[in-house]
């Protein structure tokens, strides 16, 4: 075992040339009697993130299967993400593995690490042709820090309540950010830091190639139910923010969990000349962005919206819109 974990940390200083720490977990006493039969335990922080390296005794009678619910066992009794770690596997295991999503290392062979945007095989590097898109989880994180003017370092627990999403799901999305290099994270007694850019201007204008707009699809209504979660979105919320004409037929966002839980209580048109409103629906609910509790959505991911449009009137008041935020 201890040539294991030698052989795993040359690989990665070879590999992404940062040293790492692993060193054995402590405190297992959570994790079920027969996890201990087949896996050592240990703490690895690898680029200021930390896991739980997971180290397979005899990989031979672990299947990909057994090994994606050992590593749910793992996280939910850690809430830590585990990584399996072990001296070789097959490549149709190495596929299946991928398919699950479960982060692996196999020194000199493959490294997986998806939540930090990180697969590398056999040494080499799979290039991007175009920055990563980040997922609607990942957006929301850091446009809600530049729309809240964040200044001070949060947790994935803070973002989690802040947010609406898992505790899980926000590590997940603080390591891919800190991938991109637009924040840095740091572990402080039992919490995990993040900080970002002081600057939101600085840090909008470095976050733009990874953001994408937040609608998913395009609805029409004949009416409008004014209990629904909507904001106003599109022509009508750039309107709020400049001198444009509010457009005749309304526009409004929703978010995509909102929109199956109520869309069977919509009086949903097939004809946009029919309908009394137009209904953006969003991948993210506007309503975590929206600055306080108003039912307009936040003008950066208006401005995602609507960005890739021709028209010069939208071009102008997106200008407008941005130049009149006090960054």
């Known amino acids: 075992m201890i040539d294991l974990i030698n052989q795993c940390k040359a690989y990665l200083l070879k590999t992404l040339g940062a040293r790492v720490s692993l060193s054995a977990l402590e405190k297992t006493s959570g994790l079920p009697f027969f996890l201990h039969d087949h896996y050592a335990f240990y703490t690895l922080k690898l680029l200021n993130e930390e896991f739980i390296a997971v180290a397979a005794k005899s990989h ?138 002081k600057d939101s201007r600085d840090l909008w204008g470095k976050a733009l190639p990874y953001l994408k707009t937040p609608i998913k699809k395009i609805g029409w209504l004949k009416s409008v139910n004014d209990t629904a979660p909507f904001h106003k979105a599109g022509e009508s919320a750039l309107a709020h923010f400049s001198m444009l004409t509010p457009p005749k037929q309304p526009v409004y966002a929703i978010g995509f969990n909102h929109w199956k839980q109520i869309k069977d209580r919509l009086d949903i048109s097939k004809f946009p000349d029919e309908a009394a409103c137009k209904l953006e629906i969003w991948s993210y609910a506007p309503a975590i962005l929206a600055k306080d509790n108003v039912n307009i959505v936040d003008p950066f991911s208006l401005y995602l919206s609507l960005k890739d449009m021709t028209d010069e009137r939208i071009e102008s008041a997106l200008e407008e819109m941005l130049g009149a935020i006090e960054w």
Do not use: W
């Open 60 to 197: 031979g009678e672990l299947t990909p299967a057994a090994i994606r619910k050992h590593m749910t066992h793992v996280n939910n009794k850690l809430d830590l993400q585990p990584v399996f770690l072990c001296e070789t596997l097959t490549a149709s295991n190495r596929k299946r593995l991928i398919e699950y999503k479960i982060p692996f290392i196999i020194p000199d062979n493959q490294l997986y690490l998806p939540d930090m945007a990180i697969d590398l095989r056999e040494h080499f590097i799979k290039a991007r042709s175009k920055p990563m898109v980040f997922g609607p989880a990942t957006q929301a994180v850091l446009l809600y820090i530049i729309a809240q003017k964040v200044t001070g370092p949060v947790t994935p627990k803070k973002l989690a309540a802040k947010l609406g999403y898992s505790k899980m799901s926000m590590s997940r999305s603080i390591g891919l950010i800190e991938a991109a290099k637009l924040g840095e994270t740091e572990i402080d007694g039992k919490n995990r830091l993040v900080h970002f850019d």
